[in-house]
């Protein structure tokens, strides 16, 4: 079934990413595997599902109006699960990102112009921990980021974030 899911959030994320929401709260762009720079936390010292990493992200919210609200994601995610197995960098930012992409569009449409952006953040967090941890069992997007990430700003010029 996490496999499905994992399809699933990958699947639809692509095909949703740089929707607008028409709510006054707009996406352009998406966020990329690049953005998601993780940090091993916990070496993996056994044979078997193990080990963590984290990345911290700064994303800012913006509307129409141009009110912002930046939106902190501590996200963690095991280096190895007993269903995936080894799970590389790189696969771990890319379904990071697919992830997120999937989780701002459902999000952000279901927002309006009375939704403060500092709730659509934590709707935000929840759904990219139900996203994300759908696809890699363990996961999880946090509030507050581990202290040995260093925050990656999704920039508000480059077309690559959400605003």
Avoid at 101 to 128: H, I, M, W, Y
């Amino acid at each position: 079934m996490d496999v499905t899911r994992q399809v699933m959030c990958l699947g639809l994320a692509w095909l949703l990413t740089g929707c607008a929401t028409g709510t006054g709260t707009v996406v352009e762009g998406s966020l990329q595997p690049r953005h998601f720079r993780f940090v091993t936390v916990v070496s993996k010292t056994e044979p078997g599902a193990g080990g963590w990493r984290e990345a911290c992200l700064h994303v800012p919210l913006r509307r129409d109006t141009g009110e912002v609200f930046m939106c902190t994601l501590g996200v963690g995610m095991p280096l190895e699960t007993e269903l995936l197995g080894a799970i590389s960098p790189e696969l771990a930012q890319r379904i990071s990102a697919d992830c997120v992409n999937l989780a701002a569009q459902t999000v952000l449409a279901a927002t309006t112009p009375a939704t403060s952006l500092g709730l659509a953040c934590k709707e935000l967090r929840d759904a990219f921990t139900l996203a994300l941890n759908g696809a890699v069992r363990g996961s999880r997007v946090a509030q507050a980021c581990h202290k040995v990430t260093t925050p990656v700003r999704a920039g508000a010029r480059s077309h690559d974030a959400f605003r």
